[in-house]
């Protein structure tokens, strides 16, 4: 606050030629503050009002600030609209890099006792995947050492003779995105507060789970991480002819969580692996509502704004290769798509603009998860 007494005034400062502001610093002068006060107003001149109204030329409040620092090192309170407001925070720094996620092993050791878990599985699935959905179920109901909520969600098909068998189940939900398909991501935000547990599982409707695989995931969160992903063997089917997929097949039988990418510089979390705590979910506002490629940018800030995540380096389930799959479409939103380039252009985006600071206003969460197209079937 400034404060009056008998000294001299140090200098009050105006940038511009506003009657009304020359009125306010001469009853300023008057009433003897004794500490330099920038009056911050359009315009182009500096007058310092202490020293028989000398000007200078300046371009800009930033330049009349600089001028005047130079005279009077000491601290100047700011005053804007000749209201008094705190002088502006310093830019924020960009931290130096990139925090890189741990790689370990989760073994499942022979004992007469275990730590129980549960565990909420989301599945959500539409047309292209169907086919496989019934594998995709029963490996997570084959789970072992976990207790499983596993919720279903029918983005957007007409008839779903698959969820409705498994509905009868005791620990299965059942769901309709009525206005579907809006693809996993928006699909995870709109089921949020239906989750039962603690712990979130991710299980693509195309892919299959290895029985250990929520078991040796929650050990490891058992031990103070918030997030952890796995690796995957990826596979063809025998029925699949598509030599395309083989050849790719051939250049990567495996899919590691922890290797770096463009749009993972700490480490990817492989989606379909990954576990993590509910409550990290929400922290960060959930998934960004793409179509396509929002797990790696959620992922990855995450562990910028500080969430420990980790990288299982063992096999805990199989990824099917197959032509359309979200990734493996060209056309619509595979690696290659115009969709994917825009959405790698979006990530780009946010990797750099965490590193000022956490920001998860594209997350996809609070707007969401209120969504009434979802309905609860069962």
């Known amino acids: 606050m400034l404060t009056k007494n008998k000294k001299s005034v140090v200098g009050i400062f105006t940038v511009g030629n506003s009657r009304r502001t020359e009125a306010q610093l001469r009853a300023a002068l008057k009433s003897g503050y004794t500490q330099p006060i920038l009056f911050v107003r359009p315009g182009d001149v500096l007058t310092d009002f202490s020293r028989q109204f000398e000007s200078m030329p300046v371009n800009s409040a930033a330049e009349a600030s600089s001028l005047i620092k130079a005279r009077f090192p000491e601290e100047i309170p700011f005053f804007n609209n000749w209201e008094e407001v705190t002088p502006p925070a310093p830019e924020p720094k960009k931290i130096k890099e990139h925090p890189i996620i741990q790689e370990i092993t989760s073994p499942v050791e022979a004992s007469k006792y275990r730590k ?24 997570i109901l084959n789970q072992n050492f976990v207790t499983t909520t596993i919720h279903l969600i029918n983005d957007g098909m007409e008839r779903d003779p698959v969820g409705q068998k498994y509905a009868r189940l005791e620990n299965v939900r059942l769901y309709k995105n009525v206005d579907g398909p809006v693809g996993p991501y928006i699909t995870y935000s709109r089921l949020f507060d239906y989750l039962e547990h603690d712990f979130i599982a991710n299980q693509d409707s195309d892919d299959i789970a290895l029985p250990m695989r929520l078991y040796k995931s929650l050990q490891i969160l058992d031990q103070g991480f918030d997030i952890v992903g796995g690796a995957m063997e990826q596979f063809v089917a025998y029925e699949d002819g598509s030599e395309r997929m083989r050849q790719a097949l051939t250049l990567k039988p495996y899919h590691f969580s922890g290797k770096v990418y463009a749009a993972s510089p700490s480490g990817a979390i492989v989606n379909s692996t990954a576990v993590m705590k509910k409550s990290v979910y929400e922290a960060c506002n ?51 798509s115009h969709l994917r380039e825009e959405i790698k252009r979006l990530t780009a985006e946010s990797i750099e603009r965490q590193l000022y600071g956490p920001d998860h206003s594209i997350g996809g969460l609070a707007q969401h998860r209120n969504d009434t197209e979802l309905q609860k079937l069962n």
Not at 116 to 139: Q, T
Request: a negative charge; aromatic letters at 10%.
């Open 286 to 336: 959930g998934m960004a509502p793409w179509t396509a490629g929002a797990d790696s940018e959620f992922y990855q800030r995450c562990i910028t704004a500080g969430f420990k995540a980790v990288a299982m380096q063992e096999v805990i389930a199989l990824r099917r290769l197959h032509n359309p799959s979200l990734s493996n479409d060209q056309v619509n939103s595979g690696h290659g």
């Open 116 to 139: 129980s878990f549960s565990c909420d599985v989301i599945i959500p699935y539409s047309g292209p995947n169907y086919r496989y959905l019934d594998d995709a179920i029963k490996s």
